[in-house]
């Protein structure tokens, strides 16, 4: 059990601690307002997000995957995507990505990983475009900006729609500027969903999500889409769903969403204090870009040879530890024998990754102390 190791890999009760009181006061709140789906606490949330990421249109919804789904959908209603179109995504994803797409009718055109980011390798995505390709979702993974020259280059001359799948982001800026203006993760693109699931760096106490967009025209479309379909009361343009925001739960979310830099300054003061006291010689951990604020560090993602063997010691020194991913989106049996995730280009970064990759505790529910205690008990152990 992860709560009896000495370092847990997330103990959400401390994580949730010193804002126990503020969360407290909001759930109250609603409690006696009478309203509980939508309504005035879902309008300011949206505004903060808006704000805070520098997008025009936020809409809350029900959680990430709807948010990835929402857009897609969406897209494909007013007419800028159709069934069949492909997009780029990265093979080294959580399944969600993949999900949103092929519920949506697209088809997946898997990426390679970069050595160095761990993210899409964007040198990568010009090879990747056919005739059919229409739009790209970088997915800012391990909290990491997905964002580059590159990239914005690769869009522009074709043209592509850029969905970002911010889930584990927020908070990250990037060095290059977004097609709008923006520097903030989710905010880069086209549109960005993001994810309020309790563990991500702003987490809900249950699920919740947010679709931010550039675009008034899809703005409209997810927010009638996520309320069945229904641009005003009793009148539906769409064949939608119910992927609303609960109102306790943006309430909650304005809370932690005002102490979104104190939760992503302590996981920046843990990776650094890993980068600099982890000395393992097969310990490689993750490269820190010269612009500092490119990551929100959601995971702090090292690559060792003998996992299994890394994972026991770890365990032996009460050291918590998870795995992100062990099985990447294509090798799941739930696309195997469909033809939708073929590999159409070779991904060996994501194959040495999927066999290579350990998270280690990173939130502010570990204190850099601890991080530092970590990283000396990991320098104790011997070759793997
Ligand atoms: C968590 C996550 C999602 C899905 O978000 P939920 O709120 O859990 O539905 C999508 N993509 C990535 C990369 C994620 O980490």
Redesign the pocket.
Known sequence: MADELKYPFLDMERLNAPLADELRQATLRVIDSGRYVGGAEVEAFEHELASLVRAPYVIGVS????A?RLILRAYCLIGRLAPGDEIIIPAN??I??VLAVTDAGLRPVLVDADEHTMNLDTSLVEQAITPRTRAIMP?H?YGRACWDKKLVETVRSHNLIVVE?N??AIGAKSPVRGLFGSDMTGALGHAGAF???PT?NVGALG?A?AVATHDAELAAAVRALANYGSDRRYHNIYQGFNCRLDTIQAALLRVRLAHIQDENSARFANASCYRNEIHHPQVRVPEFSVYLYDSVWHQFVVRVPDRDRFMQLLAQAGIGADIHYATPPHQQPCYAGTGLLDIPHPIPVTEALAREVVSLPVSSATTVREAAEIAHLINDFPTL
Do not use: E, I, M, R
Not at 63 to 66: A, I, K, R, S, V
């Open positions: 959680n990430g995957l709807d990835l994803t959580y969600a990505t997915v993974l799948d889930a584990q994810s309020f699931y991500k699920d999500g």
